[in-house]
């Protein structure tokens, strides 16, 4: 009987410290963390992990020739079939890892966006999803081209296939106008639907956070939206907006968005702009923050570069400390 079962992937962690001290930096094992969570909501399983100090990183491998030795011994000893890198990887260092590794090679923005090929739902989700992803790949499909068939599934596999390189490449470069064509037409529609609420001059507020900070369950909690709550990464993607009705008898407009990131990936920015854009055109940003999370304020300070990228740094921001009841007393915010 042939077992037709996928296998689960089971992937090193490596990342490189910057920390010129030569001391193991602790924002490399903190960042480390977070990947093992991305890698774990993406259907993945953790063996172990890798730290290089180094100056800079290497620009054809990413880490040094000493460390990849040790990093093929122990996914040798631990039965690792992958290495999933903290850093977006330039296409030589992709194809120069998996040359010198023989195994699959990933990065953290391949892994953010195969968790987003997962979790979209809408046709604007999916289409924003898709075209990051074609962005993506199409930079990178000369170093790819081991990755994507080394083995049959699993994390960066979901979505477009591969064929011919050259046919790949102009087949993505048509399907990303197509994509870009639909993504107008969807936006047309955001925008047409954001100009009826301004027109009736009722308050609008976002939600804004780092993912899994629990937006979505505010805005349930408050409105009854119903929206999606699991303790995972980038639970929700679709932004909702519901009407709530203040106690004086006012009424606003909640929206709740996807939740940001460090080191989010560039395509996907560019991809979700429109949908991020709803908290450049609310009258209040609420901050949502997990106040139980030892690195929450690592968290504050990626959201507000965020906005600030997003030029919504001029909007009243209220922060709004969530998870109070399981904090820790000597560490709330």
Do not use: W
């Not at 039965?79 to 023989?102: F, H, I, K, M």
């Not at 992803?133 to 083995?151: D, E, I, K, W, Y």
Request: with cysteine; charged share 30%.
């Amino acid at each position: 009987m042939i077992d037709h079962r996928e296998i689960k992937e089971r992937v090193l962690l490596v990342a490189v410290s910057l920390d010129e001290s030569g001391r193991e930096d602790a924002t490399a094992e903190e960042s480390l963390t977070e990947l093992a969570e991305l890698v774990k909501t993406a259907g993945a399983e953790e063996v172990g992990r890798v730290i290089q100090n180094r100056e800079r990183i290497h620009p054809g491998t990413y880490v040094g020739s000493g460390k990849i030795q040790e990093i093929l011994e122990l996914a040798q000893e631990l039965g690792a079939n992958g290495v999933v890198c903290d850093d977006e990887l330039t296409p030589a260092q992709l194809r120069n890892l998996e040359n010198a590794l023989e195994m699959k090679v990933m990065d953290r923005t391949m892994v953010i966006l195969d968790i987003f090929a997962s979790r979209a739902s809408t046709r604007e989700g999916k289409i924003q999803v898709e075209l990051a992803q074609l962005r993506f790949r199409a930079t990178r499909l000369v170093g790819m081209r081991n990755s994507l068939s080394r083995l049959g599934g699993g994390i960066g596999t979901r979505g477009p296939g591969e064929t011919q390189l050259e046919v790949d490449r102009r087949r993505i470069h048509e399907r990303i106008s197509k994509l870009k064509r639909d993504l107008e037409a969807v936006v047309a529609q955001r925008e047409t639907a954001r100009s009826r609420r301004l027109a009736n001059h009722i308050p609008v507020c976002a939600l804004v956070g780092y993912t899994n900070t629990g937006k979505s369950t505010l805005l349930n909690r408050l409105t009854g939206a119903g929206v999606l709550e699991e303790d995972q990464l980038f639970a929700t993607l679709d932004p909702t907006t519901r009407n709530l009705a203040l106690p004086d008898g006012q009424e606003i407009l909640l929206t709740d968005t996807v939740g940001f990131i460090r080191k989010l990936p560039h395509h996907l920015i560019e991809a979700f702009k429109s949908t991020l854009e709803e908290a450049r055109y609310a009258d209040i940003i609420l901050h949502v923050i997990d106040s139980a999370n030892p690195h929450c304020y690592l968290q504050m300070h990626t959201v507000y570069e965020t906005l600030k990228d997003l030029n919504v740094g001029d909007k009243p921001v209220i922060a709004v400390l969530n998870k109070q009841d399981i904090a820790d007393p000597e560490e709330t915010v």
